[in-house]
């Protein structure tokens, strides 16, 4: 309700006041003028106290819009930003601005996380390399134990049985290289799975001569976790003689995975 209509209902409630046995008609006009030019004078005393009020506001909003824009413009951007990235003993009672820290803290949690990553990636490398440390003789329906290891990342070769166990499931490629000893060496390797074949070779040397023919056999198998592979000599096919394995040539067995 406006400060008008107050006014006049107040005028009205007023003058109802009046009994006509105190006032004659035209005193009660007079009365009601004049009741109205003060209403008035005051209501238009307010106005102008309100539109006062506004331009100040508006003087005020005028100002602190400029003081933001120069604060705007004296702020340095991330890339502006001091180069600094690692706080100095002596920086540590340093009154810092928050916005340098807040940079240096993003860095340091980027090189964190770069260092998590490639932690990572290297717990998830499933690979090994291992071979024999000396000649050995080749005996038939035989587990070839590679005894020195080089490399076992993922734990899934023991040299001491000889067998690679999958640590997890995927696609994987295995293989094995065996040198046949003395002349009339010979000897048929095959690469197992799950008792199952998964590649052989031949490997032989001539006789009265010492030109060894080494073999390499290559095969790429899916393995479930838990899968378990070796390097053994044929189950029909009988051998002869020796496994070289020196300094000169080494009988080996690896494999790494390559995909899930």
């Not at 004659?24 to 006009?29: A, H, L």
């Not at 056999?217 to 020796?242: I, K, L, Y």
Request: negative net charge; contains cysteine.
């Amino acid at each position: 309700m406006s400060l008008f209509t107050v006014a006049l209902l107040s005028l009205c409630l007023y003058f109802c006041s009046v009994t006509n046995a105190d006032l004659d008609t035209e005193s009660r006009f007079a009365l009601l003028e004049k009741i109205m030019h003060d209403r008035m004078a005051y209501m238009e005393k307010i106005v102008h106290e309100q539109k006062d009020e506004i331009y100040q506001l508006r003087q005020e909003v005028t100002l602190l819009r400029s003081q933001v824009g120069q604060t705007s413009s004296q702020t340095k951007t991330p890339t502006q930003v001091s180069s600094r990235t690692k706080l100095s003993d002596e920086d540590a009672d340093d009154d810092v601005p928050l916005k340098h820290f807040h940079v240096e803290h993003s860095i340091h949690q980027i090189k964190k996380d770069k260092r998590l990553l490639v932690n990572n990636i290297v717990s998830n490398r499933i690979a090994f390399y291992a071979y024999m440390k000396k000649n050995e003789p080749i005996q038939q329906h035989k587990t070839l134990i590679y005894d020195v290891i080089k490399i076992n990342f993922g734990n899934g070769y023991n040299n001491n049985t000889g067998a690679f166990t999958a640590p997890s499931s995927g696609v994987y490629v295995l293989t094995f290289t065996v040198h046949p000893g003395s002349s009339s060496s010979f000897a048929s390797v095959e690469i197992v799975v799950n008792n199952e074949q998964e590649g052989a070779i031949y490997a032989d040397s001539n006789e009265g001569t010492f030109d060894l023919n080494a073999a390499t056999a290559v095969v790429v198998v899916w393995m479930n976790q838990g899968d378990v592979s070796f390097v053994r000599t044929s189950t029909t096919h009988p051998p002869s003689g020796s496994l070289r394995s020196d300094d000169g040539g080494r009988c080996s067995f690896a494999g790494w995975k390559i995909s899930d």
